[in-house]
């Protein structure tokens, strides 16, 4: 595998679309949960959960559905975000964390990102492969999947949490 210096310019900027609304995504997991545990003060919302893995937000976002969701509706819509918010976390750190290459004499349009997956006992990186259309479909999918949890975060701006 080669790794360039320099990138397609079209890989950087679906790199950085992909990493950006991940990075949303989690300010706005952030806000909802900040919101179901009931801390109404921004910067205390921004202290509590800062340190938080990505994996234990979802944690704490779907426990906190369990018991305080205002409505039934609204705690299957939590649910069904956390489950496929599971996905984002590793894709993302492999993407902004990985190294950037492709095979020998290959396509440069195809590009493949090294990365050791976390919590893992790997001597040898693993690989995943991604043109930039590729990576554009991901982040369109990582914004629908956002707008669904902005859409959460509004209704529990005006639901009444028991």
Do not use: C
């Not at 509706?73 to 290459?101: C, E, M, P, T």
């Not at 995943?128 to 975060?153: F, G, I």
């Amino acid at each position: 595998m080669s790794f360039p210096l320099d990138l397609r310019q079209t890989m950087y900027e679906a790199i950085g679309e992909y990493v950006a609304r991940a990075a949303r995504f989690e300010f706005n997991l952030i806000e909802a949960i900040s919101l179901l545990a009931g801390i109404q003060n921004k910067k205390k919302r921004r202290i509590s959960f800062m340190g938080m893995t990505f994996n234990a937000r979802l944690g704490t976002f779907k426990a906190l559905a369990t018991y305080w969701a205002p409505n039934k509706r609204l705690r299957d819509q939590i649910y069904s975000l956390v489950k496929a918010g599971r996905d984002i976390r590793k894709r993302r750190n492999s993407i902004a964390h990985g190294i950037w290459g492709h095979e020998r004499g290959g396509d440069k349009r195809m590009l493949s990102v090294a990365h050791t997956p976390e919590s893992s006992d790997y001597y040898l990186p693993k690989s995943t492969h991604y043109t930039a259309d590729k990576l554009r479909a991901k982040a369109r999918s990582l914004r629908r999947l956002d707008r669904r949890l902005e859409n959460v975060v509004d209704q529990l701006k005006v639901a009444k949490i028991p």
